[in-house]
Every structure is written in structure tokens, then in C-alpha cells.
């Protein structure tokens, strides 16, 4: 893989490529010419040329671009990503794929839009893919360093090699070059992206962002990874990630696995059903078989979204909402596991497991001898997985006490925990049951669909936001040594009654 081609030697064709996509990023500017050069031809060439090496170096191509260093950056990136998806990347070459991405970013920190070099545009699936790629990198770096210092031996080369190289998908500076991004498309104060200092700083910021809740996600901050999209309209099916399926199931199901972090059930359950909705439409009308990119993993990924809202049934019984087709599916796929879950068995872990993303440690391990069998990037990770099980059994043990209090006007106190059997006299399970049943939840009910695979688009630009709201299946007040009971408010449901009868 280190190999350089001759200058000289760069097919005539493959310099036609480069110098036509300049020109489109610098000159020319047009969406559809880009999306042509971006998404067929390179495709095309990379079979026909590079099927077994990689393409030539920035420094092989700079002529046909007037050695534009910005470009020459995105270039550079845009190859590495040939390298990492077709052939085999060594442990040099990831600290190697550092140094693009830190270079590319700097360069997208330090552009100036007024310069003589004129503005820059990119597409939106090249912004999204970039700061994607970004964030997979981050993560399997993490991994591997952790795995490999749990081998225990320091005089191995490769990790000699980790070791002598701290700095390399350091979290901080991955946090700051995202953020930074951000910051420069001054997107959280004009979500709209007018006033970003150009095209190419919107739609970076814009993608930047979602990677950033993803990357949030996988580092188990979920408050962080809700305010990482914050300023994004997720019902705005108009928007970006809307309009670009991969981004937006990135989005769903990061967003998913955060709501059930911070124990929002109705919002994970409402974010991964839209998405799972979305992606069987998809599948139905034939969007997605049209040589989507990526399609081969929305299939898994959707698979994966359904074992969590299958967790999210198992915790939650009648107040987890499910729509038909959903429930079907859950049925169909894990109805075992959840038929085990209702009758207090085991099946949380095993969902949650399959389910939940590669959560990552990003500390950096000493590579000593005392690390042997020691992961701790795993460790992190069944750590998270631990968390969330015992926060879905002990939600799931206080639907029998939510289901004996309904069975009642009034109750003794102590009755309730006889009945529940828990041991502690009923009080800490009504009161827990109280607590929650306050969930924060947010205040925007339109569905989260993608305007690309079938939805109807809308310019709505309302901010998400959220307040405390009880789950309304019952309602109840302590006096004294004695719980009444009322009926939580129940709303009429007349849509679903003239669904049913048209």
C-alpha cells in the first residue's frame, strides 16, 4: 500500500476525473454534475484502476487542481476512504488516516470564502460521509488500541507502535475539530445555515453535528448526544439529514439508544418506530433496492432497532406505544424473547446486546504487562450494556405494581407491597412508580420519516423541545397510609377509529 505511481503514470483518464471535480467544487458549482463525479465516476475508475491499490497521492495529482489545498485535503480523504472500504489497511496506515482528517479539517477551519480561490462546494452525502467515516475511524482505532494492549506484551511491535503514538485519535482534538466545525457554520444560532461563511461550512457543520450525537452516544454521554442536535428540526423533512437516507438512520438510532439511556421510552420507542416505518416503506416501494449506498446495513441496522423497541415493550407493557405494522415485527422476530421477559424470565440482555451500538472507551491504556486480559474498551462496553438491563428490569418490575393499584379505588399502602410481593412494604414501589411515570418527553408529535423514501416534505423549522409529562395510564395520591386511585386521562382516539372504518 505504499507503493507511489509515477506522475507520469496517472491514467489520462483518471486526471480527467480530478480536474473535472475541482472544477465543479470550485467553479462550475452545480449539484448534479458533483453528484455524478462523486457518487458514479469515482466508483467506476476505483473498479477499473484501483480495484487492488490505492489511488495516487495528493501530491501525484496537485497539478490538475492548481494545487488547491483545500481540495488536494478533500481529495486525500475521499481516496483514504477507497483504502479502508476495498483493500487492507495497516496499523500505519490508520495513524497515517489521522493525520487527513486532522489536515482536512484545519483546512476547512482556517478557509476563507472571500479568498482569490473563490467558494467551495461540496454535496451534501460527501460532508455527511467525511464526518461519518470520521467518527467509525475514531471508534475502531479505540477498539483496537484496547484490544490489542490486553495482549500484554510491550515489546510487540504493534504495540511499540500504539504506544509511541499518543496523539493519534486523541478524544479531545476529535472533539474539538467537530465542534469547531460547528462553531464556524454558525448553525446554533441560524439553524437555517444563511449565515454560514459558505456552502461547503454549512453543510459540514450540519453533518458534523450528527456525528457528533453519534459520537456522543457511543461514549455513553446521551445528554451530549441530544444537545449535539439540538438546533436540528428532527420532524423537518426538508432538512439535510432528511433528504439523505443514511444520515438520517444514523440520527434515529443514536438518538434511540440515548432516549432509553436517559429512560425516555415513549421518545425512543416514537424515534426508532418512525425510522423502522420508514425504512420498510423504503424497502416496499423499491427506494431502497435502487442502488442506494449502504443499503446491504440498513437491513441490520433496522433489525437492531427493532430488538430495542422490543426491550422498550418488554420494560414499558401498554405504555409503550407501538404501531401495528411494529409490533407485527417485533412478534415475528423476538416474540420469544419478549414472551420470556413478560413472565419475569430473562431476555433484556440478549435484546440489548444484539441491539445497542459498540459503545467505546476512549482512555489510553499503558500497554504493560499488567493489562493482560484486561479490555477495557469491552469492559466499557458490558459496563453500558449492564446499566441499561438493570435500568429495563427494574422499570418492567413496576408495571405489577402499576397493574395491582389498578385494580383499585383505594388501597392500603401495605396491601400494595403484599400483593406485589416486594418485600419493602409497598411504599419505595408506588413512589418509584410515580417518578417514573414523569418522563421527559418531547413536546413535537410529528413523525420522524424521510422526505427521500416516500415522505412528504415540510418547512417546518419549530426547535425540538421537551418537558416533564406523565404517562396517564393511572393516576394516584398517597394520604396518610393510603393510595387513591384515579384513572390517568385518557385521550379519545378518534383518528384511529376513522382509520379503521374508512
Given at each position: 500500500m505504499?507503493s507511489e505511481l509515477?506522475?507520469e503514470s496517472?491514467?489520462?483518464?483518471v ?13 462550475s458549482?452545480?449539484i ?5 463525479l462523486?457518487?458514479?465516476s469515482f ?11 490505492p ?6 495529482i ?6 488547491d ?5 478533500f ?21 497515517s ?5 486532522v489536515?482536512l479539517f484545519e483546512?476547512?477551519?482556517s478557509?476563507?470564502p472571500?479568498?482569490?480561490e ?8 460527501w ?9 467509525y475511524q475514531?471508534?475502531g482505532?479505540c477498539?483496537?488500541?484496547h ?6 506484551d510491550p515489546?510487540d ?8 503514538n ?10 474539538r475539530?467537530?465542534?469547531?466545525v460547528?462553531?464556524l457554520?454558525?448553525?446554533?444560532s ?5 449565515s454560514?461563511p459558505?456552502q ?5 457543520g ?5 456525528s457528533?450525537?453519534r459520537l ?6 446521551f ?7 439540538s ?5 423537518d ?9 443514511a444520515?438520517q438512520?444514523?440520527l434515529?438510532y ?11 421510552t ?8 418512525s425510522m423502522c416505518?420508514?425504512i420498510?416503506?423504503g424497502?416496499k416501494?423499491?427506494y431502497?433496492?435502487?442502488?442506494t449506498?449502504g443499503?446491504e446495513?440498513?437491513g441490520k441496522?433496522?433489525n ?6 422490543t426491550?422498550?415493550?418488554g420494560m ?5 406505544k407501538?404501531d ?6 417485533v412478534?415475528?422476530r423476538f416474540?420469544d424473547k419478549l ?8 431476555g433484556f ?6 441491539g445497542?451500538?459498540?459503545f ?12 493482560k486480559?484486561h479490555?477495557?474498551s469491552?469492559?466499557f462496553?458490558?459496563k ?11 422499570v ?13 379505588s ?10 406485589v410481593?416486594?418485600g ?6 408506588i ?15 410529528a ?8 415522505g412528504n ?17 393511572v ?9 387513591n ?6 385521550k379519545a382516539r378518534?383518528?384511529?377509529?376513522f382509520?379503521?372504518?374508512?
Amino acid at each position: 500500500m505504499s507503493s507511489e505511481l509515477a506522475s507520469e503514470s496517472v491514467p489520462p483518464e483518471v486526471s480527467d476525473f480530478i480536474f473535472d471535480l475541482h472544477d465543479a467544487c470550485r467553479r462550475s458549482q452545480r449539484i448534479d454534475e458533483m453528484k455524478e463525479l462523486y457518487s458514479g465516476s469515482f466508483v467506476r475508475l476505483s473498479t477499473k484502476y484501483f480495484s487492488s491499490t490505492p489511488w495516487p497521492s495528493a501530491s501525484q495529482i496537485s497539478s490538475e487542481c492548481g494545487n488547491d489545498s483545500l481540495f488536494l485535503s478533500f481529495y486525500s480523504e475521499l481516496v483514504l476512504r477507497h483504502t479502508f472500504t476495498s483493500l487492507r489497511p495497516s496499523l500505519a496506515d490508520k495513524i497515517s488516516s489521522w493525520s487527513t482528517y486532522v489536515t482536512l479539517f484545519e483546512s476547512v477551519l482556517s478557509s476563507d470564502p472571500t479568498s482569490q480561490e473563490g467558494s467551495f462546494m461540496i454535496l451534501p452525502e460527501w460532508a455527511f460521509e467525511v464526518c461519518h467515516e470520521f467518527v467509525y475511524q475514531f471508534q475502531g482505532f479505540c477498539q483496537y488500541r484496547h484490544s490489542q494492549a490486553s495482549k500484554g506484551d510491550p515489546t510487540d511491535p504493534q504495540s511499540a507502535l500504539l504506544k509511541s503514538n499518543p496523539e493519534v485519535w486523541d478524544l479531545p482534538t476529535v472533539m474539538r475539530l467537530l465542534t469547531g466545525v460547528i462553531d464556524l457554520s454558525n448553525l446554533r444560532s441560524d439553524p437555517t445555515g444563511k449565515s454560514s461563511p459558505s456552502q461547503m461550512h454549512h453543510v459540514l457543520g450540519y453533518f458534523a453535528a450528527v456525528s457528533l450525537s453519534r459520537l456522543e452516544c457511543l461514549l455513553g454521554d446521551f445528554s451530549g448526544s441530544l444537545d449535539a442536535v439540538s438546533f436540528v428540526n428532527l420532524a423537518d423533512k426538508s432538512s439535510l439529514h432528511a433528504n439523505l437516507f443514511a444520515a438520517q438512520l444514523s440520527l434515529s438510532y443514536h438518538l434511540g439508544v440515548s432516549y432509553m439511556g436517559l429512560g425516555r421510552t415513549r421518545d425512543a420507542a416514537r424515534t426508532l418506530g418512525s425510522m423502522c416505518h420508514a425504512i420498510g416503506r423504503g424497502f416496499k416501494t423499491g427506494y431502497l433496492m435502487k442502488g442506494t449506498k449502504g443499503q446491504e446495513q440498513f437491513g441490520k441496522l433496522e433489525n437492531k432497532m427493532v430488538a430495542l423497541v422490543t426491550v422498550l415493550v418488554g420494560m414499558g407493557g401498554q405504555t409503550v406505544k407501538v404501531d401495528e405494522n411494529l409490533m407485527k415485527a417485533v412478534q415475528e422476530r423476538f416474540g420469544d424473547k419478549l414472551g420470556k421477559i413478560e413472565q419475569g424470565e430473562e431476555g433484556f440482555e440478549e435484546l440489548y446486546t444484539f441491539g445497542c451500538p459498540k459503545f467505546v472507551s476512549p482512555g489510553k491504556p499503558l500497554f504493560s504487562a499488567s493489562e493482560k486480559g484486561h479490555n477495557k474498551s469491552g469492559d466499557f462496553y458490558k459496563k453500558q450494556v449492564k446499566l441499561a438491563v438493570a435500568r429495563a428490569e427494574r422499570v418492567r418490575k413496576l408495571g405489577k405494581t402499576r397493574s395491582t393499584l389498578k385494580l383499585y379505588s383505594k388501597v392500603e399502602v401495605g396491601k400494595v407491597g403484599t400483593l406485589v410481593g416486594s418485600g419493602c412494604g409497598g411504599l419505595p414501589d408506588i413512589l418509584s412508580l410515580k417518578v417514573t411515570g414523569l418522563q421527559v418527553e418531547s413536546t413535537r408529535r410529528a413523525p420522524f420519516t424521510s422526505a427521500a423514501a416516500g415522505g412528504n416534505p415540510t418547512t417546518n423549522q419549530d426547535k425540538d423541545t421537551s418537558q416533564v409529562m406523565g404517562q396517564g395510564e393511572v393516576g394516584f395520591l398517597i394520604v396518610g397510609d393510603e393510595v387513591n386511585v384515579g384513572g390517568g386521562k385518557k385521550k379519545a382516539r378518534t383518528d384511529v377509529y376513522f382509520v379503521k372504518n374508512i
